[in-house]
Nanobody, 114 residues
């Protein structure tokens, strides 16, 4: 029984910041790589950031230097700190395993607009 619950999205002005959280079920959370994905209207879902079980982190070029992914294994939670937000960051953000599994949460809407 897989459950992924994203939260923390909202409306923010360009240049602002948001911190997203993803609460994940499962007793083996610490063994999985985890990622944040996003999908904007008219675009494919894309991986924006990932963190391995060992703590290594990688980012899409579009968010490099602005976003930071982290994980707290004790809380089974993954975070995405988003700074210097741009209108093109507007999307529904999802968390999932990396490589992703078959079950997605509802996502959380991030809207960057003045």
């Amino acid at each position: 029984q897989v459950q992924l619950v994203e939260s923390g999205g909202g409306l923010v002005q360009p240049g602002g910041s948001l911190r997203l959280s993803c609460a994940a079920s499962g007793s083996a959370f610490s063994t999985y790589g985890m990622g944040w994905y996003r999908q904007a209207p008219g675009k494919q879902r894309e991986l924006v950031a990932r963190v391995t079980a060992g703590g290594g982190r990688n980012y899409a070029d579009s968010v490099k230097g602005r976003f930071t992914i982290s994980r707290d294994n004790a809380k089974r939670t993954v975070y995405l700190q988003m700074n210097s937000l741009k209108p093109e960051d507007t999307a529904v953000y999802y968390c999932n395993r990396y490589p992703y599994g078959n079950y997605w949460g509802q996502g959380t809407q991030v809207t960057v607009s003045s």
